[in-house]
């Protein structure tokens, strides 16, 4: 099953990922965590992207894509994957569509996640994220300890 989960940000778009990718056995594919990845192992695509990242400039697509490819190939992938966070533009779409074709994997299922404005706010006012690992924390749903260090990496 190769998935697409897509909708505006705060709509739960990686929480249902988690869901999925648990449930299928297929790996959560998110550019963000792949693109810091590659700059903390300092891949030669990494050092690329952190140069772009440390200038406060956004990664380009073509970075992004190379990072995917290198990705979607891994062993884990065979049965398929969902991304998460990408593409956000027709571009990424239509280049993400092609990388799909050269590889000769099958089309997306594409599933847009649709909640109300005033529950995306609440949401966002809400989220808390560790500057290390990413970890997800919520004020109301799933609050940071109370000391803010991370459980899971120390951040």
Known sequence: MYLILFGAPGVGKGTQAKFISQHYHIPQISTGDILRAAVRQKTPVGKKAGDIMAQGKLVPDDIILELIRQRIVQKDCRNGFILD???RTLIQAREIDALMSELKLPPFRCI????????ILTRLINRRVCEQCAADYNLVTNP???DLVCPRCGG
Not at 112 to 119: L, S
């Open 144 to 146: 940071p300890p109370a």
């Open 85 to 87: 966070g990408f593409p």
């Open 112 to 119: 847009e996640i649709v909640v109300p404005d005033t529950e």
